[in-house]
């Protein structure tokens, strides 16, 4: 990756500091503060410019300083660090050669330039390229990257006509999940009678464990707005909306900035760049609604109506919002649109696999060395991105599965990490692309519990329309219950199978339609993990509370009472100084003392079995 | 103190009359008084010339509408499952330990709230928790005593 691009106007070197919410948390403002003084201390603010910019996407590892042109690159960035950074970028400075280094995940060796870091390597960041190197609150750095210079070329150049063309040529599908063709809906909208048409940006985005559409509209949400205003030019509409979640209210603000300062410029508004066409945009937050994400309950919700899907056909592109001809699509959608109008479709079909163009963003996270955002062109495999850019396990231990798509998508085992990333080839596998969340999980996630959260979640978030989805998730919940209590029975596996397809066949929108399949992915791989729950009694990742009991070794406690301390329900009786004991009968089996015990002792054991068994 | 009826009287004049300026107004009578008490849900179907059900039924929908009372600072934890799998429930157990509440209810001074959310997407920065407006994430025992200490001085 290279990260300086399309000529940001930089001094003789700038620093980058990222400002995303994760290095802001970690003190990033108290870095770019201190940065700023020294630099003026050593009389360096001329030839350096210090910048802000949004999330660089590694935020594990923040806060983060990029040092431009060389691309050094400085991690886990402390005050007490700044001042050799400062000094390392007067003329005659070198790079740092330890602290504040990034340490590779595998080697342990530092590593001085980005490119060199695999988390980024791997990487193709096309839609991701402006998220940490411009000032999102900025429009001038967005210009600067040639930002909205394909709305130009759109607006005077092409013919509403040619653009949809163009994305129908390019091989775009919707990025929101179900990879459906872009161009088909832009069409449709196109040739919908009427100009009364809109266009809505669905940045509803709740998957648990996603949050890659956030970064975008917090990092770069012009390319977001310049996509929609694009699309309505295309359809022919004069009004947009973006839909964003009131669980992101940093989004909601960077979005409000843009839009102030893109109408400020003549982006959007009336005669846009002085042309015949003119297009708004408005925010619309959500309140909290999983369901709103699917688009005929996101329209619903934006009526001020409680948001409950409604049966297709018909679609939104012939009625939508208000009845009238309505263009729905993800975050990612939209912001892939300026390089298609920009590059043209043959560079963007250019990118990916036969069926899938482009690149797929996915949040990386749980049991991961390098947790953030990371785009891959499509067709890449699971095991590229997991050990390849994610760097693997932490610790060593061996993968067990990946959650991908969220409560729609499915669990896959090792056997599938040679599995191509793309709409098809994941939809085979019985999981789904959803909005892009990929959670690891090591062996000490216990499968069973994993499907249970999903199908719990699904329980919650069901808008309760449908009864199978509304009854049959509750009645999944019931047996996944039953089966980590330890009172399973093997029928029960035959039934969830048998509700699972029930409430996919049964449901009419999305969410029902997958809500079975963490269940059915994991049946279908990690079968032998719920059997050994129902025969054997057994959680072999050791988390279902009633299938395991904690003891105190005595050989290995030395009554430090450390234990005693922390038990909520005072199960564990010793004086100081002699060996403790936990009352099984009394034990609510939290961890608290497994997890507090000093490791130099590890005197409490997490052992199979609801209670110690008598020899 | 404002009046319940010119809180929304002033978010008609901004949002205008139509079925579409329920939520912003509910949102907006949510943003000042924290929660939505039944005299301004009626309050808000006489100036949208809507039922009172209509309105309930919107605001009951969406959990960010809140029709429980609230205090001013709303804690949210994720409770995903990346945030679960990094300590969520210690998250819970602090919070309920310092504010003396349990998870849904609300202190006595009305001024702390503990929920559980849906994800906030901070998956990567977990556990994360969001207060009113504010994310906070990578939390640990210590970052969010210190934290919720300085809210309570506030």
Redesign the interface.
Known sequence: MKIRRGGIRMSNKTCLICQG??CV??GSREIHASLEKEIEQLGLSKDVKVKRTGCHGF??QGPLVVVEPEGLFYAGVKVDDVPDIARSLSPQGEPLEEKPLYHDSATGNPITHYHDISFYNKQQRTVLQNCGNIDPEEIGDYLATGGYQSLRKALFEMSPGQIVDEVKRSGLRGLGGAGFPTWIKWEACQRAPGDEKYVICNAD???????QD?SILEGDPHSVLKGMIIAGYAIGARKGYVYVR?????AIKRLEIAIDQARKKGFIGKSILDSNFSFDIEI???????VCGEETALLA???????MPRPRPPFPAQSGLWGKPTLISNVKTYANIRWIVNKGADWFAGIGTEGCKGTAIF?????IAN???VEVPMGITLREIIYGIGGGIPGGKPFKAV?TGGPSGGCLPAELLDTPVDFDSLKAAGSMMGSG?M?V?DED?CIVD?AR??VD?ATK?S?GECAPCRLGTNQMLDILNDIVEGKGEMEDIDILESLGMGIKKGSLCGLGQTAPNPVLTTLKYFREEYEEHIIEKKCRAKVCKDLIHFIIMPDRCTGCHICTKVCPVNAISGDPKQIHEIDQELCIKCGLCFEKCPPKFGAIEKNYGSKVMED | MYQIDNLVKDLVKQHGR???????I??GVVAQHNYLTDEAMVEVAKELDLSAAEVY??AS?????DTEPRGKYVI?VCK???C??KGKNEIIEVLQEMLRINVGETTLNDKFTILE??????????PAI?IN??????LTREKLVKIIKEYMHQ
């Open positions: 919410t994760g948390s970690a935020c594990e985005e709740g998957d648990p464990g996603a949050f956030r009131a669980e992101y209210p940093l619309f937050q959500g309140a909290g609604a999983f919700s934006i009526e001020g109506k409680r948001g949040s990386l996270t749980g049991k947790s953030g955002i959650q969340g959670v999980v996630t994993l959260y999903f979640f978030e808008c | 139509a079925r579409e300026a329920l939520m912003p509910l949102q039924g919107t929908f969406y959990t960010f509408l949210r995903t499952i990346t679960a799998m959310t849906n994800c906030i997407g901070w998956c990567h920065k977990a969001l407006d504010t994310p906070y994430t990578d």
